[in-house]
């Protein structure tokens, strides 16, 4: 009986060693893999594209907005950095920060050692006055850049930038200066309606969006059509309804020289479109 109660700890104390054994083990093997990967993954090479707000992905080019030294600069990359020590959401954070015409960045690791960077850029889509200086707004409402015009974008009026700094979102008064009031139900509706003209191709003629009113916003279409919608509505109906009106009716009916007025305010689907008189 103690013979067999010695081999039972013999055999216990030999079990203990062996998984102590295969422990250590372990941990040199996963500690030799890491220096390895410290040592010779280094970044040798770094891949940009660029993706457009259609989706198109294209290779970074000469004339891009962008030169890969600055966005290499952006994001802190340089070659020879260790491939997976390379934070990316820092990366990422700091290209989104510091290149303003940036709304979305993917990075990626490809073995040995490249780094792979997707931008997608926006488009400045809308123009609002602060003073003497205008300032190039997103879809998102991001402000992109200072410029002394509109530069060709659809002007935006009844919106009061506060403290308008590059990069940053358009702010507006939110009510807590009684005497500014609140635009923020109105800043809320720009942001709804410019997605949807965009898709339906109608923003590159939106010659204005005013937003003075609390309880309508007005368009003005090509200089042809002013446009009256409900400040909070179903943006994507209403505008696939007025695309509708245009290639529809205004288009098969009317010529280049006549004007109107579109009132969408209304809750029933007759169109209230009214030619002016010449």
Known sequence: MANKRRHQHNYQGSGRLWGLYV???TVLVLAAIGAGCIVFFKV???EVYIRDSDGNTEALAQDDRYSQEEILEAAGIDIGDNLFLLNKNRAAASMLSRLTYV????IQKKLPGTVVLTLTESDPVG???DGDV???IDLNGKLLEQADSDQGCTVILGLTPVDPVQGALLSVPDGSDEEAGSQTLQLSSLLELLTPLRDYALLEDVVSIDLSSESTVLLDY???IQAKLP???DYNEKIRYFAQILTEYVAENWTEDDTGTLDMTYSDE???LVKNEK
Do not use: K
């Open 222 to 224: 090509d200089g042809r």
């Open 134 to 136: 205008w300032w190039l």
């Open 270 to 272: 007759n169109p209230h």
């Open 23 to 25: 422990v250590f083990t």
């Open 127 to 129: 123009a609002i006055q």
């Open 103 to 106: 709304s979305s960045v993917s």
């Open 44 to 46: 040798s090479g770094v």
């Open 231 to 233: 400040i909070e509505a």
